[in-house]
């Protein structure tokens, strides 16, 4: 059952601008996991964010951060899971756009990490 799970980022699309507003310090993605299988399941996942500033200003380095959590989900069910995410690059100049890449991975029984999708879109 395990290996028939799959999920896929729905928001933001690929590519979208995302404002986050002036004061927020984080903003909203959603996950589509279903599962293909005829048996429950209770898959762990982890949700692993690199952020690249834009224009230059501070450090240029991505930083990666990884969200935990586990969904369970019935025979050939899907479910729809949003997460709020924190912007972890900070800048002293107003609205800097950051780009963000985000890898949806589920974790096998085992340990192993297995990559499901991935999105990038821009944060300002």
Not at 90 to 118: C, M, N, W, Y
Request: neutral net charge; aromatic residues 10%.
């Amino acid at each position: 059952a395990f290996n028939k799970v799959s999920a896929k980022v729905i928001k933001p699309s690929w590519n979208e601008e995302v404002n986050r507003g002036l004061f927020s310090k984080d903003y909203d993605i959603e996950v589509l996991w279903t599962n293909g299988s005829d048996k429950t399941i209770t898959v762990p996942y982890r949700i692993y964010v690199e952020e690249n500033p834009q224009m230059g200003i501070g450090s240029s380095q991505f930083r990666g951060v990884a969200y935990t959590g586990q969904v369970t989900l019935g025979p050939r069910q899907s479910v729809q899971v949003p997460l709020e995410i924190d912007l972890q690059y900070r800048s002293f100049i107003g609205a800097l756009a950051v780009g963000v890449t985000l890898k949806v991975q589920k974790i096998a029984p085992g340990g192993e990490v297995i990559d499901l999708d991935q999105r990038s879109f821009i944060v300002y």
